[in-house]
Nanobody
Framework: QVQLAESGGGSVLAGGSLRLSCVVS????????MGWFRQAPGNEREGVAR????????YYSDSAKGRFTISRDDARNTLHLQMNSLKPEDSAMYYC?????????????????WGQGTQVAVSS
């Protein structure tokens, strides 16, 4: 059974940075498509970034492009999300998710494995 554990959230001022991490256990990271999602109170869960395992390609939402970077550390079986130039609207619970193989649509329902989330709060 694949398990995901996020860390790295916190409270920062607008313009600051955070680096989220997601440790994968029970599976080998490089065999999975990995994604970062977020959910703010009252909003639906939305995709932020995905790492296509099979190709090494990455995908970013419009709000994340140019500010967030998703990366993978196979030696540590860990996924990262570097978030720079944070804005108050980035405040949310951030979740790591995994699916074996591809994840072309990026829909929440495509991902069977989820972590518990790590909270990000950005103040102005």
């Amino acid at each position: 059974q694949v398990q995901l554990a996020e860390s790295g959230g916190g409270s920062v001022l607008a313009g600051g940075s955070l680096r989220l991490s997601c440790v994968v256990s029970g599976g080998i990271l490089r065999y999975y498509c990995m994604g970062w999602f977020r959910q703010a109170p009252g909003n639906e869960r939305e995709g932020v970034a995905r790492y296509f395992t099979l190709t090494g390609n990455t995908y970013y939402s419009d709000s994340a492009k140019g500010r967030f970077t998703i990366s993978r550390d196979d030696a540590r079986n860990t996924l990262h999300l570097q978030m720079n130039s944070l804005k108050p609207e980035d405040s949310a619970m951030y979740y790591c998710a995994a699916v074996k193989g591809g994840c072309y649509s990026g829909a929440v329902s495509d991902f069977p494995y989820w972590g518990q989330g790590t909270q990000v709060a950005v103040s102005s």
